[in-house]
């Protein structure tokens, strides 16, 4: 188990690190999902205010460098209400930001909830959080998802329940626009063996051949 958790926490690591070190640097999004009685909740943590000011994550890592840059430091201004007003009257356009697909059906996406980052430092950008519910159908077995480029990549993350009722921590890397593998809906019945070998599968598939950079970096931290 401490084996696992490691490995899972050190891949994240080596997903997110690379977009810290710079106030007007874009992060990867965090997109962490539950399913309840087949509803099925996903919270993005994220830059809410470069998603409102239309500004595409796939295509620029610099906040500074993007077209939308001075409507982005507007938003960035807003206090928490305020920005919090925004989301809601944006809603329509924020559950648009990624599809949910059961067993190749769209499904319908509602905006629940918002919580607004604390802006302590005004160096940094909030990090938001925008919880969106789905009703997953009784007959389907899988759903995906698949975020716009707009979000660029995001870090698809779980924790999962085996039969014997254990966490089980899942990650997968998504490019931007890129459709996720069929992820079970029934996820008590997954084994523990099962669980662990879907979570190295994606982790390998990621790092090789589509991650060298990521490799790079993190004998980057040790050697130099």
Do not use: C
């Amino acid at each position: 188990m401490a084996l696992r958790d490691n490995f899972l926490r050190l891949t994240f690591l080596i997903l997110i690190l690379p977009g810290f070190g710079s106030s007007h640097g874009l992060k990867p999004v965090s997109a962490e999902y539950s399913i309840s009685n087949r509803i099925l909740t996903l919270n993005l943590t994220t830059n809410v205010e470069a998603l409102l000011s239309g500004m595409d994550a796939s295509m620029f890592k610099n906040t500074e460098e993007a077209p939308e840059a001075t409507y982005y430091n507007e938003l960035r201004k807003l206090n928490n209400l305020e920005l919090e007003t925004r989301i809601n009257n944006s809603s329509q356009m924020l559950e648009s930001i990624f599809s949910v697909l059961a067993e190749s059906e769209l499904m319908e996406i509602r905006l629940s909830k918002v919580v607004v980052g604390e802006n302590e430092d005004a160096t940094e950008p909030r990090a938001t959080k925008l919880f969106f519910e789905i009703t997953l159908p009784d007959p389907a077995n899988f759903f995906q998802i698949s975020p716009k480029k707009i979000l660029g990549p995001i870090v698809l993350r779980s924790i999962l329940y085996n039969e014997k009722k254990e966490k089980v921590n899942v990650s997968k890397w998504l490019e931007a626009g890129q459709l996720s593998e069929p992820i079970p809906i029934v996820i008590e019945k997954m084994s523990v063996l099962g669980t662990v070998s879907y979570s190295m599968f994606q982790g390998v598939q990621h790092i090789i051949p589509k991650g060298f950079d990521h490799i790079l970096f993190v004998l980057g931290i040790f050697f130099f």
